[in-house]
């Protein structure tokens, strides 16, 4: 190693039992090194404790909701992956649309509001030319617009490896929806449901492929 080089080392050599190829050298200035004259190697740590101590398990690293999106995703190539959100024009959806079309995904935003789902799709691709993002129209709040939506993406031939199935509303006004059903929980999970099994053939054939659905901290 150069810089143990340039810092003075000698080539004094120990007597001690180490594994074959290792020798423990000194600096100058008494600290104790050793040097494997097979693959060049050089350490300040004792090789004979490699042989001794058993493997260590290395723990996946936490994460908690200070966690940036792009921090779990980075290091990763998705550029095989077409990747769907619900409501990924605004906060957490947006934030899971930027990471994965960053990181090379063929994301599509499954919006009801058309414009500010365009853009998002523009604040993305002016930080990356190259990222493959497009917004789609799906109204969670109308079975008939989400029946829509799925036959206009299986018209598309694409495959589907994950289905992110994030968005939702909070605390409006009670109303029906036009099916007749209760707004917040037609939007939040029956929407959502009829989406997955509209595009369940799509993620079979897709497979490896998996559905996430993103909750709240206070349920």
């Keep these: 190693m150069a810089a143990l080089k340039y810092a003075g080392m000698d080539d004094t050599d120990s007597d001690d039992e180490l594994p074959p190829g290792w020798e423990e050298r000194s600096t100058k200035d008494g600290w104790v090194y050793y040097a494997n004259h097979i693959n060049k ?8 404790q490699a042989f001794t101590v058993e493997d260590v398990i290395v ?13 779990i995703l980075q290091g990763r190539d998705l550029s095989d992956k077409v990747i769907l959100i619900t409501g990924g024009n605004a906060g957490i959806g947006f934030e899971t649309a930027r990471s994965f079309a960053l990181h090379g995904a063929h ?4 919006c009801r509001n058309l414009s500010r789902a365009s853009k ?30 799925a036959d206009s993406f299986k018209a598309k031939k694409l495959p589907l490896h994950i289905l992110v199935c ?6 409006q006004p009670w109303s029906l929806t036009e099916d007749g059903l209760e707004s917040t929980f037609q939007i939040c999970h029956l929407g959502h449901f009829l989406l997955v099994q509209c595009l369940q053939d799509v993620l079979r054939r897709s497979a490896p492929a998996r ?3 993103v909750s709240s901290e206070s349920h």
């Excluded at 994301?107 to 499954?110: E, G, P, Q, S």
Aim: proline residues 3%.
């Design 166 to 171: 994030n968005a939702g509303v909070c605390t």
């Design 59 to 71: 723990k996946p690293k936490r994460y908690d909701g200070n966690t940036a999106a792009l921090e």
């Design 41 to 48: 190697r050089t350490t300040y740590f004792d090789p004979r």
């Design 211 to 213: 559905v996430v659905v």
């Design 120 to 149: 998002a799709v523009s604040s993305i691709q002016q930080e990356w030319h190259k990222a493959r993002v497009e917004a789609m129209m799906c109204d969670l709040a109308s079975l008939r617009s989400v029946r829509e939506f």
């Design 107 to 110: 994301v599509i935003l499954a």
